[in-house]
């Protein structure tokens, strides 16, 4: 599966490179060097203030190959990861993991477009 090689991306806060990544950056540097879509970087900028960038985004109704994934962790934690083949790929703080998408179906809170 292409992910395996993002496996080695450790975590960082606000990390926007291989070096290290949080969740945001690990979608967004996938997502160029995968599929060459750029995403804004967010750095710096809060839930509200990210809401500027919200038509950038596509809302779906089911889950397609490479859309974002809207996560939810411990009620109000925003989270995002990659739709893949069945599977999410995201960033957690113990770095790279990939679930089945019908694992965490209870915590996802929408999958969004963005190309």
Excluded at 3 to 20: A, D, I, L, Q, S
Excluded at 84 to 112: A, D, P
Aim: net charge neutral.
């Amino acid at each position: 599966m292409i992910c395996n090689r993002w496996f080695h991306v450790p975590y960082k806060y606000m990390g926007r490179t291989e070096e290290g990544c949080d969740c945001w950056g690990f979608v967004r540097l996938v997502l160029k060097e995968e599929r060459g879509v750029v995403l804004p970087s967010f750095d710096g900028v809060n839930e509200v203030e990210g809401m500027r960038y919200a038509d950038c985004f596509r809302a779906l109704h089911e889950p397609e190959d490479w859309c974002l994934v809207k996560i939810v962790e411990r009620r109000h934690h925003l989270h995002v990861g990659i739709y893949l083949e069945g599977f999410v790929i995201h960033m957690t703080h113990n770095g790279v993991v990939m679930q089945r998408e019908k694992q965490i179906k209870g915590m996802v809170r929408g999958y969004y477009s963005c190309v």
